[in-house]
């Protein structure tokens, strides 16, 4: 006799949420995988079928059945209980207001921060930094990271270009 899955319950809203996903053309492929794997569970589908249709393993499978179940009492949002789990890491070094004034002070001309200089350089942007006191300590190096960097997740960003 085969081993039958733990049930996993989907309220009629919550249903319309996952479908949502699955069929949004702007939902991150892992979310919408995510999503299909729920309404097949939902649907009775057992892990090996799903697995099978979906192109994932076993395993990935049971983990967000479970995950979901386990999440149910949370309170969250569809979309919030099929999102990535946080992970471990070093926490940011400089804050995103840190980053936006370093930015900004580059849109100033050197001139007005009593620099004998006609462009900003990577590392006159890191001392000026430094002496407005906008940052404790930082690199040319990280300076340039921030100026590398492109907007992610402006809908106004990337609309316009």
């Not at 009629?12 to 995510?34: G, K, N």
């Not at 890491?89 to 207001?97: D, I, K, L, M, N």
């Not at 900003?120 to 590398?148: C, H, N, T, Y």
């Amino acid at each position: 006799m085969p081993l039958l899955a733990d049930p996993v319950t989907v309220l009629p809203e919550q249903r319309e949420a996952l479908e949502q996903l699955v069929r949004s053309h702007s939902t991150p492929q892992q979310l919408a995988i995510r999503a299909r794997l729920i309404l097949c569970a939902a649907d009775g589908v057992g892990v090996r079928e799903s697995a099978r249709e979906l192109d994932v393993w076993p395993k990935t499978v049971r983990y967000w059945r479970r995950r979901w179940r386990r999440q149910a009492a949370d309170g969250q949002s569809v979309a919030e209980r099929l999102t990535d789990a946080p992970r471990s890491g070093a926490p940011a070094t400089y804050t995103p207001e840190q980053i936006c004034a370093v930015i900004a002070m580059t849109c100033e001309k050197p001139s007005e921060s009593e620099r004998p200089i006609s462009h900003w350089s990577q590392r006159e942007i890191a001392d000026e930094a430094m002496r407005r006191g906008l940052v404790p300590s930082i690199s040319q190096r990280s300076v340039g990271r921030f100026l590398k960097k492109k907007p992610t997740s402006n809908r106004i960003a990337s609309g316009t270009g």
